[in-house]
């Protein structure tokens, strides 16, 4: 049974930058899709980040040239999304997610329903 642990949420001001970082544990992820989602107060969970076994990448297009996802398949699997020009909307809970299907080398999804394993969440906020 895999389990995801995020880390590396805080508060910080509008323009800096955070880095969090999600440890597999249990279970390899090394050829399986993973992702980042957020969820905001009174909203939906929304699609971040996502990345394939091959390293191909994926993202929502207001994080677009912000945000940076990767991954580290050595040992356990690790999942980072580097967070730079910060903005107050980005404020949210941060959620670590892996798809437990063998995925495709090229393809990740952007549907929450397409991963199987979740985080407990980092709380990233950011000041205006």
């Known amino acids: 049974q895999g389990q995801l642990a995020e880390s590396g949420g805080g508060l910080v001001q509008a323009g800096g930058s955070l880095r969090l970082s999600c440890a597999a544990s249990?279970?390899?992820?090394?050829?399986?899709?993973m992702a980042w989602f957020r969820q905001a107060p009174g909203k939906e969970r929304e699609f971040v980040a996502a990345?394939?076994?091959?390293?191909?990448?994926?993202y929502a297009d207001s994080v677009k040239g912000r945000f940076t996802i990767s991954r580290d398949n050595a040992a356990n699997t690790t999942v980072n999304l580097q967070m730079n020009i910060l903005k107050p909307e980005d404020t949210a809970v941060y959620y670590c997610?892996?798809?437990?299907?063998?995925?495709?080398?090229?393809?990740?999804?952007?549907?929450?329903?397409?991963?199987?394993?979740w985080g407990q969440g980092t709380q990233v906020t950011v000041s205006s």
């Open positions: 997610a892996a798809d437990q299907r063998i995925g495709s080398y090229y393809y990740a999804g952007r549907d929450s329903a397409e991963y199987d394993y």
């Open positions: 249990g279970r390899t992820f090394s050829r399986n899709a």
């Open positions: 990345i394939s076994r091959s390293l191909s990448t994926y």
